[in-house]
């Protein structure tokens, strides 16, 4: 009896043993995360500010300045891109849903998986020769065209996906109408997936934000803001690569404030995303 | 003034036809399903179609709106024929178009499918909006005649702003009724529109599907031998994609001419 017990107390210590191991090891995966915005919290803090926001960087070896020209510029790229890019994305995400197994179908989603997979320099490349080269120059429209290659293929999946959820039954109501399948489509079963949809969207756009390479040499940059879609825009990725690589210690100063920033971002749309899909779930 | 010329001009029986089938046959792949079906059934009736599970009775009223080619590898033979302009069409005819048949034959379902995301007057207004009716003061009007012939009006008009998914499933089977009575079909499908409903949601739905037999003609499928010999005035009995008999309900259930539909409707086999 009694040595039954003390194996079972055995088992229950190596049991705990191996729990908290494996917590240790998680913990040591994640724990990179909270480093990085600890970090950033420490070195970025410090130059927050309203003039962050609302003013262009100063030249070299004055203080002061903000990054309000990689703010507008952001917005602007990111705009770019969804406006060429979402309707893209659900296009091919509509057309994967109603096309299902045919061979279409299925070369259509091969070359989705390996367009999410080149990458993203290669992306930058492609926009370069193919925008930068005949508008003699860098541009927003060229920026705004690399990200939105980047954000097609993740809101194509995404709206696929949603769309295989919606039974059939619902589809053939709408036939049952007497109404064409795309009408159908686009006007009876996408309203009902809007959040679905709006994730992805929002998902690629998190993506994107943070895409530096393939605005490298397609928007490239500028240090006075925004000067039509035509001229060399600024960006928060570019900007803070190119300031934290500087020796000005201002500058250095806006890299790390811009990170936090950009991450402070990133992280609320992947916040929104997550409502939205505990809201359709 | 008009039935008088028709009756004139066709023989007495075609002309108040709402629909027939000649020699109507489905398959799925190759799985004969629908063997020969020729039926008639007259306008303003209420036909019940009745038969053991599996014997084709959803496939057969999948094809007369067209709904059975939208499967995979789904496969029609025959002809159905409505009243079109003046004189009657097939509806397989060559040229035809499907979307343009299914405005004229409608469907219910037997599980309720309200289009998640949109109202409760979205949904009973997608098909007059999606065909191009745009007035709003038409749209409303139309709403509210279907929603009252569905029998859900009182229900639900302080609410029609509501998703239509946020209804009980009595109520959404009533809201895809008035969805599918907006449109003004001439004939409406029904494939055991109760079997998922309780008692007081069933017999609203019978009692409403007597009230709309002056406004079209209704096919229905169902299992309930009561249901069928309550609402409607003729009845088809189907056994493995055949039909074995059709005629006057009445007859039907109480003196049958085939020793199968006898044994069915007693329960003997099914
Ligand atoms: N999508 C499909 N693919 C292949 N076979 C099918 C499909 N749907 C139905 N069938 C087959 O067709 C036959 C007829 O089916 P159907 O649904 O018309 O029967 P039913 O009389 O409506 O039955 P129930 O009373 O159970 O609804 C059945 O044998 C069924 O297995
Ligand atoms: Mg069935």
Known sequence: ?281 | MTEAIQKTVQPIGVATAALETKRLSAWFGDLHVVKDISLTVEKNDVFSLIGPSGCGKSTFIRCLNRLHEETDGARVRGEVLIPGAGKRENIYAQGVDPVSIRRRVGMVFQKPNPFPGLSIFDNVAAGLKLAGVVRRNVLEEIVEISLVQAALWDEVKDKLKKPGTSLSGGQQQRLCIARALAVRPQVLLMDEPTSALDPISTARIEELVMKLRSDVTVLIVTHNMQQAARISNQTAFFLMGELVEVGPTKSIFTKPKDSRTEQYITGRFG
């Open chain 1, 1 to 281: 009896m009694i040595e039954l017990s003390s194996r079972d107390g055995v088992r229950k210590f190596s049991n705990y043993f191996w729990l908290a191991m494996l917590c240790l090891l998680a913990f040591t995966a994640i724990a990179p995360l909270f480093f990085i915005f600890a970090y950033l919290l420490v070195r970025g803090w410090a130059g927050l500010s309203f003039a962050f926001f609302t003013e262009i960087p100063k030249p070299v070896g004055e203080v002061g300045g903000g990054m309000a020209n990689a703010i507008t510029g952001s917005l602007v790229l990111m705009g770019l891109s969804t406006v060429f890019g979402v309707p893209l994305g659900l296009a091919c995400g509509m057309a994967l849903s109603e096309l299902k197994k045919s061979a279409i179908a299925k070369m259509l989603r091969i070359s989705i998986d390996l367009l999410t997979s080149v990458p993203s320099i290669v992306i930058g490349l492609f926009a370069y020769a193919l925008v930068v080269v005949p508008m003699r120059g860098y541009s927003a429209w060229a920026g705004g065209f690399a990200l939105s290659i980047v954000m097609v293929p993740i809101v194509a999946r995404s709206t696929e996906e949603i769309l295989k959820l919606v039974p059939a039954s619902i589809h053939e109501a709408g036939l049952a109408l007497g109404l064409p399948r795309w009408k159908v489509l686009i006007r009876l079963i996408l309203p009902g997936v809007r959040a679905g949809v709006t994730t992805g969207i929002l998902l690629a756009l998190a993506r994107v934000s943070g895409e530096t390479a393939p605005l490298l040499f397609t928007a490239f940059s500028n240090s006075f803001g925004y000067r039509g879609l035509s001229a060399p825009t600024a960006s928060l990725p570019v900007q803070i690569y190119t300031y934290a690589t500087s020796h000005d210690e201002t500058w250095r100063q806006l890299a790390w404030t811009g990170a936090l920033v950009l991450v402070f971002v990133v992280f609320c749309l992947n916040l929104v995303t997550r409502i939205l899909t505990r809201r359709t779930v």
